[in-house]
């Protein structure tokens, strides 16, 4: 026997449009409400053509008393009809009930004892639960802008979260979204796989960004979806698969079960394995669940203690913030570099040493060694905490030992070159008297990884690499040398190259700490201002410097293998200056005489458009 349940304010439909499909049958129409006396027999079916509301009320019941059923789709059972995967047209879902002769059990999710057909969305997820635009990539943009401007007011509630009767963590998150299976909500489909709804579980997915740039950023993504990616949970999100599942708040939480709001302090959400009978086919269904009867648990990513707190009392931050814990521990190690130690000067002194014989040597690898054992990029890592936190006893204490350290290196270095009775420009002491806007890009880059290394405990091994790639001690070194010898301009150009390097790192390791939360904006502000204004003043000369290389370079390579008759130019070198200096060699078939010398001047000048002063080697090619 089969039943059909309708409104009774929509009988003509029903006579219209469902009826004739069951002429031919032994059927029954029953209107709402449902008599409390009502039962069905083992081989009789009740097929529905009800709403999404009047559903929610009648599914407990047909739960209870296990009565195969089949919901057709009705223009207000969307939820339903999309929540159980079934067939959106009428006379395939009709064709479907009537041809089964086996039913479909499915699970019945229900939260706080209301039926949930597609999802439960706790707090405040808008932005994880709008639908993909169908307009195209450009609508989609228009909605990620739209969501941008809805962030700066977000914040974190407290969840107090136990699964099967167990309490499994304290949290806080923008809010929690449970599903039965993937496509029952927009992140849903984007992060769980492999889902279904006679498995006797639900996913709960806890979204928990702790910055707005981390949010930005899986926004971002989101616009053009990586399949190599699609399934791969955000760091800041936690995943929980259970039977059961209780939120509880000291305040009431605000919900939505398929779109209706809810407030209460609890939440509990359940599911019923296998209690629906369903009459026709569910794309959500097995035809052997295989069920798991095992929680799954992924939230070792998710905010506790005093990171949970701060999340909480305050809005959403736009950069990371580290916790107090993670600052003072930080803290302690920076405070104690930034100290003057008789090892510190030990230590610099023989770095000194080693790199001021290594640039007399003209040795590469010595004066690689000096950079690893150079002690003086602590206290600089530490004077940039002390600036972007504004302490002024490490900032004290850092320049005091920053200055000694560099007093100390500058001394040694002018005594070994007074020693040493050798006063030549080699490679390696030329290299390091023309600094550039390159050295400063080095130095930036260095500072930015000092600062993470010292953050990120795992990767401090990397110092030895930031200290070769800064090379402190070495212009250092020359600067010492450039005193021994009373020479202004090697003093000047490597001492130039020390304060690239002292600034670069000051101003971007303060900036990465910043970025890290260790410090707020409003507090370093005022010596971030400072070392811009220094940074500013060492790029000027820097500027100059790059500005010559690069006309330097495009003299040589304008010169460079040019001919005149048979006579040839090789190894080009220029300098400038008034006048322009130009080395070159010539490789002809003969001697050139002292015309043919003063022509091919000529010729260069008019080549070059300046006077020169000319330096010539002159070779002979057999």
Known sequence: MLYILHDPQEIEIVADELVPYFENLEFSLLSLPLSPDFTLEENDTLITYLGDSALKKLLPRISKKEWSFGILPHPEAQKAVKGFGLSEELENAINEILSNEEFCELDLLSCNDVPVFQSVNIGDVFIFSEKRSKGGFLSEVFGFLKNIRRLP????????????????????????????????????????????????????????????????????????????????????????????????????????????????????????????????????????????????????????????EQLIISKLPILP??????????????????????????????????????????????????????????????????????????????????????????????????????????????????????????????????????????????????????????PLAVAGIGIGWWDWEVFSGAFLLY?????GIIMFAGITFLLLGFAPFKRARMGLVYTLIIIGLVMIPLSLSFNRIKQEARITSKLEGTNFDTIFLRDVKVRTGKPLMVSVKLVSPEAIDSEKMKKIKEQIEEKVGEPIILEIISAIEF
């Not at 279904?196 to 989101?222: E, T």
């Not at 560099?406 to 390696?428: G, M, Q, R």
């Open 153 to 308: 007011g977000l914040s974190h509630l407290s969840f107090v979260i136990s699964a099967e009767g167990e309490k499994i963590i304290h949290t806080s998150a923008l809010g929690i979204v449970a599903v039965e299976h993937a496509s029952g909500s927009v992140i849903s489909k984007r992060l769980i796989s492999n889902s279904v709804m006679n498995d006797g579980r639900f996913q709960a997915l806890i979204l928990s960004p702790q910055n707005l740039f981390q949010l930005l950023v899986f926004l971002f993504k989101s616009l053009i979806p990586n399949p190599k990616t699609l399934h791969q949970l955000p760091s800041f999100i936690g995943q929980i698969t259970t039977t059961n599942l209780k939120i509880e708040n000291d305040s009431p939480i605000e919900f939505t079960n398929d779109g209706e709001k809810f407030s209460n302090k609890e939440i509990q959400i359940e599911v019923s394995k296998e209690k629906l009978k369903l009459h026709q086919k569910s794309i959500y269904a097995l035809e052997k669940s295989g069920a798991n009867d095992k929680k799954s648990l992924k939230i070792d990513k998710l905010p506790t203690g005093e990171r949970r």
């Open 321 to 474: 913030r580290a916790t107090t814990e993670e600052f003072q521990e930080l803290f302690k190690v920076l405070k104690e570099n930034a100290k003057l130690s008789s090892s510190f000067i030990v230590m610099m002194i023989l770095a000194t040493l080693i790199a001021t014989f290594g640039l007399f040597g003209d040795s590469s690898p010595v004066i690689i060694g000096a950079m690893i054992l150079a002690p003086i990029i602590a206290p600089i890592v530490s004077f940039s905490m002390g600036m972007v936190r504004y302490d002024p006893n490490m900032l004290k204490t850092g320049i005091v030992t920053i200055l000694i350290g560099t007093i100390v290196a500058l001394i040694f270095a002018a005594a070994v070159s007074i020693i040493i009775p050798l006063k030549v420009l080699t490679t390696e002491i030329n290299a390091r008297l023309t600094p550039t806007l390159l050295d400063m890009g080095i130095a930036v880059a260095s500072g930015i990884a000092a600062a993470y290394a010292h953050a990120k405990e795992g990767i401090a091994k990397s110092l030895a690499g930031v200290a070769i790639a800064v090379a402190l001690v070495p």
């Open 499 to 503: 304060l690239t390097n002292l600034a």
